[in-house]
């Protein structure tokens, strides 16, 4: 969602905070602003609506000379986006700069408490109220900068992630998190001097070191110049951070070539599938190794039912996991949207495991909902992307997909790897479980072990697909079909669509369409059919016929060498055999490469959509 950025050390402050904010533009961008203070002792702030580009441009005629600075991107949440409300925020006195990832639940009350005191609000936003309340404690309890934290945050209600500066101590920074992620770094500058870095992920750090603190919950930090770090809770006991070394490097972050980091992300993902399967998959044995499972194998044996919550493309691959693992290991598998789980009094039972996907480990619906599930008693199991995310620490256990960062806005590589990863957990648990023959259990760990090699196929035989995208710009809607494990790549393909190209797109089980859909087919229509001559093959030539005599037009992803399906098609994506279990590894990169240039050919910002943030924080 929003990013903050912030250092403290020798170097100019501008240029790093810059570079880190577009690392972190792919979490949201509606306006963005830097505070630093200069040599003299003043706190500048400088914001500016749209891009980091225009925060650049702006900036080019002012002071933005010093050493210690903070910057946000904003993703509004709490008033509309433009330079008044976005971060950083001063207070009154203009002593105090701050910038807030997060939300303060209770910032109306705090606000009408302040104004009675005279307080005077310039923006619509709950992060002034908090710089405001830090100054009103100063002011109060005539305390240090520090200190007003401690006790502004005992008064909030919310979610935050903050960094600060204080005019009157140009020499330290002060950062706290509760919900949101917070991430020190710890570097040199050339002079070996210490110096400081604050980000609301690795990306703005990792140019300059990988040695990291992840700021726990409730926890306040204080750097200075000298490079000293103090963190606390709010009652102001000493804590212990961990220093923790980043397994990232920079060109992981970078779009190496391509034009965006989603066309970039999608080529990736053969390599991105070696690296999540590699430890995984023994060959030699034809074993599968998770590790996550291993050192709980009796929770697992003894588990009645697994519940998966998850949002978004993660709730797409927890449902193809679903009908793996039920396949597979025979456990039953309930799919819940986290955000509608949160809120319910969902029926939790002893024996039950729930599984968290999330790719970057931050959603806060899948977050709270597993501190539900846990409060229930529940066995908690993280399938997450990005390492030491709050899911990733929330959990008892987990694996990581280990598909390396993921930045474009709209997910692929994640997706994929959480199908792998979800079909890597169901063999595990089939294998301790003896739910499969030992033949099932080889054909499918050698089946597992080709798909790199078969999307790499699929990618060189579809990259074509831009040459026809252009038809499809002045289309108003789309329909996606599958059946079986191919009804989640439908969805998963509608929602890509839909995100980058802001057509509107809707999947459905293939059956469904005669039930209400079918009423839309006409020959403006597209209808996207998943169709590999596996599964339901004859039941879905049936569907597509259906939409044929109602002139739909049929866009198909079929097995290569099927001749049925293509002849009935007007335009035809081919995919390489495999088993049923798998084709959505296979089938859902030509509806990437789909969504991906029809977007390019609307002039869309595929890697900025409007209105969307990769890492959703708050609810
Ligand atoms: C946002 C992103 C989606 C993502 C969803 C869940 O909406 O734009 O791409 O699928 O959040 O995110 P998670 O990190 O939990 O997988």
Request: aromatic share 8%.
């Given at each position: 969602m929003c990013g903050i ?18 690392r972190l533009?792919y979490r949201g ?72 990832n ?59 992630a ?15 998190r509760?919900g949101s992620p917070l991430i020190i770094g ?12 604050l980000g609301s992920d690795a990306t703005p750090i990792i140019?300059?070191?990988n040695?990291v603190i992840y700021l726990q919950d ?26 923790v070394t980043l397994q990232m490097n920079l060109?992981q972050l ?7 980091f989603?066309?970039?992300e999608?080529?990736e993902?053969?390599?991105a599938?070696?690296t999540c ?15 996550g ?16 919550c998850a949002c978004g493309t993660s709730?797409?691959s ?20 986290a ?16 599984i968290a996907v999330s790719q970057s480990g931050e959603t806060a619906d899948t977050l709270?909902?597993i ?9 908690l199991y993280g399938i997450c992307n990005v390492i030491g995310s709050s899911i990733a620490r929330a959990t008892?256990s987990g694996t990581y997909l280990h598909v390396g960062p993921e930045i474009g806005v709209a997910s692929t590589k994640a997706f994929t790897g959480q199908?792998?990863t ?191 943030a990769k890492s959703v924080t708050?609810?």
């Amino acid at each position: 969602m929003c990013g903050i950025v912030g250092y403290l050390g020798e170097e100019q402050a501008c240029p790093i905070l810059i570079k880190g904010l577009h690392r972190l533009e792919y979490r949201g961008y509606d306006s963005s602003g830097v505070a630093i203070i200069n040599a003299k002792g003043d706190l500048n702030v400088y914001k500016a609506k749209g891009k980091v580009s225009a925060l650049e441009e702006s900036i080019k005629e002012k002071d933005t000379t010093g050493t210690i600075g903070i910057a946000h991107t904003r993703w509004a949440t709490h008033g509309e986006p433009n330079a008044i409300n976005a971060h950083p925020h001063y207070s009154e006195s203009k002593n105090l700069a701050l910038v807030h990832n997060g939300i303060i639940e209770n910032y109306k009350s705090l606000r009408t408490e302040m104004e009675k005191n005279n307080m005077t609000f310039c923006s619509q936003t709950d992060t002034e109220v908090l710089v405001q309340l830090v100054e009103y404690m100063m002011n109060t309890h005539n305390c240090d900068m520090y200190t007003a934290v401690q006790l502004a945050l005992k008064n909030v209600i919310g979610a935050y992630a903050i960094a600060i500066l204080d005019k009157s101590h140009p020499d330290q920074l002060v950062c706290a998190r509760k919900g949101s992620p917070l991430i020190i770094g710890l570097g040199k500058s050339a002079n070996g001097r210490a110096e400081f870095f604050l980000g609301s992920d690795a990306t703005p750090i990792i140019e300059y070191t990988n040695k990291v603190i992840y700021l726990q919950d409730e926890e306040i930090a204080i750097m200075d110049r000298s490079g000293h770090i103090d963190i606390t809770n709010l009652s102001n006991v000493k804590q212990t951070p961990q220093l923790v070394t980043l397994q990232m490097n920079l060109d992981q972050l970078e779009k190496g070539g391509y034009p965006h980091f989603m066309l970039k992300e999608i080529w990736e993902q053969p390599n991105a599938l070696r690296t999540c399967i590699r430890g995984r998959l023994n060959m030699a044995d034809k074993d599968v190794l998770l590790s996550g499972i291993l050192d709980h194998k009796e929770k697992f044996l003894n588990c009645n039912r697994i519940i998966i919550c998850a949002c978004g493309t993660s709730w797409h691959s927890a449902l193809i996991g679903k009908y793996f693992i039920e396949e597979a290991a025979q456990i039953p598998v309930e799919v819940e949207y986290a955000s509608e789980f949160r809120y319910r009094n969902p029926v939790i039972y002893p024996n039950d495991i729930v599984i968290a996907v999330s790719q970057s480990g931050e959603t806060a619906d899948t977050l709270a909902a597993i501190q539900l599930a846990k409060s229930k008693g529940a066995f908690l199991y993280g399938i997450c992307n990005v390492i030491g995310s709050s899911i990733a620490r929330a959990t008892d256990s987990g694996t990581y997909l280990h598909v390396g960062p993921e930045i474009g806005v709209a997910s692929t590589k994640a997706f994929t790897g959480q199908v792998i990863t979800l079909a890597l957990l169901g063999l595990a648990i089939a294998k301790e479980k003896k739910t499969l023959s030992d033949e099932m259990f080889h054909m499918l760990v050698n089946e597992l072990q080709q798909i790199p090699d078969k999307m790499q196929w699929t990618l060189e035989h579809n990259k074509n697909i831009d040459q026809f995208a252009q038809m499809f710009t002045y289309c108003k809607n789309f329909i996606y079909l599958g059946r079986g494990y191919n009804y989640p790549v439908a969805l998963e393909g509608a929602l890509k669509l839909k995100e980058i190209s802001y057509i509107h797109a809707e999947g459905y089980p293939a059956a469904e369409m005669k039930h209400g859909p079918i009423a839309l087919i006409d020959e403006e229509m597209p209808v996207v059919v998943i169709a590999p001559k596996r599964g339901m093959y004859e039941k879905v030539v049936s569907n597509i016929q259906e939409i044929k005599s109602r002139k739909g037009k049929i866009i198909s992803v079929v097995t290569e060498g099927d001749t049925v399906v293509r002849d009935m098609s007007d335009y035809c994506f081919v995919i390489p055999d495999t088993r049923d279990c798998f084709v959505p590894l296979l089938a859902v990169i030509p509806l990437q490469l789909l969504s991906y240039y029809v977007a390019i050919a609307k002039g869309r910002n595929v890697d900025q959509p409007r209105n969307l943030a990769k890492s959703v924080t708050v609810e």
